[in-house]
């Protein structure tokens, strides 16, 4: 009765207006359902606040719109319609989450999670505050749902098991969780987050309290330029950023359109996380800042209980060809030719082999430069660099040549059966390369071993498990599969069909400018480049391009005239409240740090740096910690990289139902006569088959080697028969 009365006399009207409603799935208790009007509140309470709070924002911005010393950032992709709803959603529901805590903190009766709250202060922080403060908020909060307004998953999607083909949405994966791995999801955890407030303040105090050095100063002094090649091949890295965009792509904050919210150097915008300029940045006297917006916020769980800031995925979360193909049939059709299951391409004059099809809407990443022809994939980000144009190229002829072949074996096959014949065995041989030839490169053969990564050599896999969780870790997408940022070269070389020079280019002049890609060679030639460069060894260090150049003159219209791609990871990772590197060394087995002396398998000079720039070895992010370890044996990567990333590509392969070695579905599977097809296909033989060359190392993730890694003449490597999918006419 008391709380009752303490009720607005509108809430008292919902209450009594609800219960029917309320009741209708499940009978509640009267304190439930008082419960459930309160939350409702809160709720509307805080998209309230929020609301009056942007309208400042908004009001802010478009004066400091004026003045030219300021930055705004649009080089970044901006969010769908579906993302943008359900940021609006998530940050009501944080917002709910802080009033609720603080209602809390003045009952009598107090909470774990709201006796930290109170309690949480500089001086009291330590090396677990941030795990246990968030660990306590979260089991606090996750007993209450938000209001169904309020949750972007209403509708489940609409799923026929029978089809025998992945959605292009990827949903309707998994049987009994169909929102699993669908595009624009939330990322999944390997550790509770550690944001400052518990809740979604980014992680920026070190463990004394104090604040943490700045990212751009963490790059300048850690991530140092270093030019020391290995055996690897430069398509270790492109081909690695080529299966990036077929997994993650963060969604971040934007306006009503769709674009990313403007950031300003001088506006201290909640939304935005920009990086101050040092003074002693030698390479940035001329900008104050490279501005940043946070990432979008989304719900934790399908069911939209309460709980830390997640982000969201825009892709599907499984190795799919998406980049390729699409994340949403609206945008595969668009790709598609009307006719004989082909994707679109382009015929450029001069040039032999089709290209991606052109971008007829004129808009490309990030470059507004008039005249620049950019390319139309499944990924927005496609155009960013002519390597991974040329990845993208290579895919989209393979799919073409087996749509053509499967055609004339089955002539009376429609347009959709060989489209999706086609995807479906273009997509196993991605994941066998990947599985078989690229990933013991990475991780190397022990690790390989020890998470059941490699693929048999007969018979089907029946290790499927409905119950792995196979969305993407967040700590995967924002700091473990960046590792490729070390391995990149600061130039690369054209190479004609014989593997003979043609020309050396900056990685400034192939980053988002396509002109390279009509000249003397074309895309083939850079491609050929990427099997005979070496790639850069995987250590702390970064070359000058990407850390002190990004994007220099390559970004129209906008006063930011260059970005470092270390201090960009930094400071993601703390946006999405990272744990320090310390929590992922000790989940992966390695010692725990109590010094920076502890770090042994980090080098001598590495750790000096890093107590240079870091008060405490708990504060170390995740992205500089895990770069600065000696490789694992016969791999590419550190232990903690290589953990976080081998528990990652584990989970997509025994939690995704149309894996290609799964055989427990056969009606969407694949026969053993085909699969032992699939088993022959290579990265040699995918280069042979797309680019204008006649021979290829066996393997060329790897520098040629007489007797390790001979060359081959293309008509003597490994091929699939398409055979056992001609279907018999009685």
């Known amino acids: 009765i008391v709380e009752w ?49 942007k309208s400042v924002n908004r009001k802010r911005s478009i004066k400091l719109g004026d003045d030219a010393q300021n930055t705004k950032l649009v080089l970044t992709i901006g969010a769908s319609k579906a993302s943008q709803i359900a940021n609006k959603q998530a940050s009501v529901a944080l917002r709910a989450a802080k009033l609720l805590l603080n209602l809390e903190r003045k009952s009598p009766t107090t909470t774990a999670a709201t006796s930290a709250y109170n309690n949480t202060t500089p001086s009291s922080y330590n090396s677990g505050a941030y795990y246990q403060m968030s660990a306590n908020y979260n089991s606090y909060l996750s007993q209450y749902q938000a209001p169904l307004e309020f949750c972007p998953n209403i509708v489940k999607p609409y799923c026929d098991f029978n089809y025998p083909y992945r959605t292009m949405d990827g949903s309707c994966n998994n049987r009994k969780n169909v929102w699993w791995g ?87 915008d909640a939304d935005c996380i920009n990086i101050q300029m040092p003074s002693t940045d030698r390479y940035n006297l001329d900008q104050r800042c490279m ?86 994939t499944g990924d927005p980000r496609s155009n960013q660099n002519l390597l991974l144009i040329s990845m993208q190229t290579i895919w989209m002829r393979e799919h073409n040549r087996l749509a053509k072949k499967l055609a004339s074996l089955n002539p009376y096959w429609s347009d959709e059966k060989l489209f999706q014949e086609a995807r479906k065995i273009n997509i196993a041989q991605y994941q066998h390369i990947i599985y078989n030839e690229w990933l013991p490169i990475v991780l190397g053969d022990s690790v390989v071993r020890l998470y059941g990564l490699r693929p048999l050599n007969q018979e089907f896999l029946y290790k499927y498990n409905e119950d792995i969780y196979p969305n993407i870790a967040n700590e995967f997408a924002t700091a473990a599969f960046r590792f490729g940022h070390s391995l990149v070269r600061s130039f690369v070389h054209k190479l004609d069909d014989n593997y003979g020079f043609m020309r050396n280019l900056t990685l400034n002049e192939i980053i988002m400018d396509s002109l390279h890609a009509f000249k003397r060679g074309g895309l083939d030639s850079l491609a050929r480049g990427c099997v005979r460069d070496d790639s850069y060894a995987f250590d702390v260090h970064v070359n000058g391009q990407l850390n002190n150049h990004l994007f220099e003159e390559k970004i129209a219209d906008i006063p930011t005239h260059r970005f470092s791609l270390p201090a960009l990871n930094i400071n ?14 000790e989940m992966c087995g390695l010692n725990r740090a109590y010094s920076f002396d502890d770090l042994y398998n980090v080098p001598a000079e590495v750790r000096l740096r890093l107590s240079d720039v870091y008060e405490h070895v708990d504060d170390i992010d995740l992205f500089t910690g895990a770069t600065s370890e000696l490789p694992v044996s016969g791999g590419l990567v550190g232990p903690t990289f290589a953990c976080i990333l081998a528990k990652q590509f584990r989970d997509l392969k025994l939690g995704d139902r149309f894996f290609y070695e799964n055989g427990e579905y056969h009606a969407h599977g694949f026969t053993i006569e085909q699969l032992d097809q ?11 088959d797309n680019i204008d060359v006649s021979y290829m190392q066996k393997n060329p993730f790897l520098n040629p080697n007489p007797e390790l890694n001979p060359l081959i003449g293309c008509r003597k490597l490994p091929r699939i028969s398409l055979r056992p999918w001609q279907q018999q006419l009685y």
């Open 182 to 268: 669908k595009k624009e999801t939330p990322f999944k955890r390997l550790l509770y987050p550690a944001y400052d407030d518990g809740l979604d303040v980014p992680r920026f105090r070190s463990v004394t309290g104090n604040r943490l050095k700045n990212p751009r100063l963490i790059s300048m002094h850690v991530h140092t330029s270093l030019d020391r090649t290995v055996s690897s091949t430069n398509l270790v890295p492109m081909f690695g950023q080529f299966v990036d965009h077929d997994l993650s792509l963060t969604a971040l904050i934007s306006d009503e359109d769709g674009n990313p919210i403007k950031c300003f150097c001088s506006n201290e």
């Open 291 to 376: 501005v940043t917006p946070r990432s979008s916020a989304s719900y934790k769980t399908f069911d939209c209980n309460l709980g830390a800031r997640e982000q969201l995925n825009l892709l599907t979360h499984w190795l799919d060809l998406s980049q390729t193909y699409g994340n949403d049939l609206d945008k595969t059709l668009k790709l598609r030719r009307p006719y004989g299951g082909l994707l679109r391409s382009s015929a450029i004059r001069g040039l032999s082999r089709a290209y991606l099809p052109f971008n007829k809407a004129g808009k490309c990443f990030g470059n507004n430069k008039k005249g620049h022809i950019c390319f139309e």
């Open 5 to 53: 009365a303490l009720l607005t006399e509108s809430s008292q009207i919902r209450l009594i207006n609800s219960i029917d409603e309320l009741n209708m799935n499940k009978r509640m208790t009267g304190e439930q359902l008082l419960s459930s009007v309160k939350l409702r509140e809160l709720f509307e309470r805080a998209q309230s606040e929020i609301e009056a709070e």
């Open 572 to 585: 993601r990772g703390r946006d999405h409240g990272l744990q320090s590197y310390n929590f992922y060394r």
């Open 678 to 688: 699939i088993r022959k296909a290579n990265m040699a033989r995918i280069m042979c």
